[in-house]
């Protein structure tokens, strides 16, 4: 049974990337297309890292702050070492208040 388990997953990821080598094969230029494809792997990131921030800590207050602050410096144009740097303080300190 292991087999058709390991043989299900080969396919499957063989067809994710072959789809759209297939499905593509011209340059795309209809601009909705290429906004969204562009879009694509933020909102993935996002869709993945953002529930483990808020479940990172034993106090999803805490975390929702290291967030808030985190989101603040980089719309500032921080760095990356800053914001987390901001944020894991900010987490820190957060926990230690409540």
């Not at 967030?67 to 921080?78: F, K």
């Amino acid at each position: 049974m292991i087999y058709v388990y390991i043989a299900t997953m080969a396919i499957t990821t063989y067809l994710i990337r072959m789809l759209p080598l297939v499905v593509f094969k011209n340059k795309i230029e209809n601009r909705f297309i290429k906004s969204f494809l562009y879009y694509v792997p933020y909102a993935c990131l996002m869709a993945m890292t953002f529930p483990a921030i808020l479940y990172a800590t034993d106090n999803m207050l805490t975390a929702f702050i290291g967030t808030i602050v985190a989101i603040i410096l980089s719309l500032l144009n921080c760095g990356l070492v800053v914001v987390a740097i901001a944020a894991c303080l900010a987490v820190f300190i957060a926990s230690l208040i409540l």
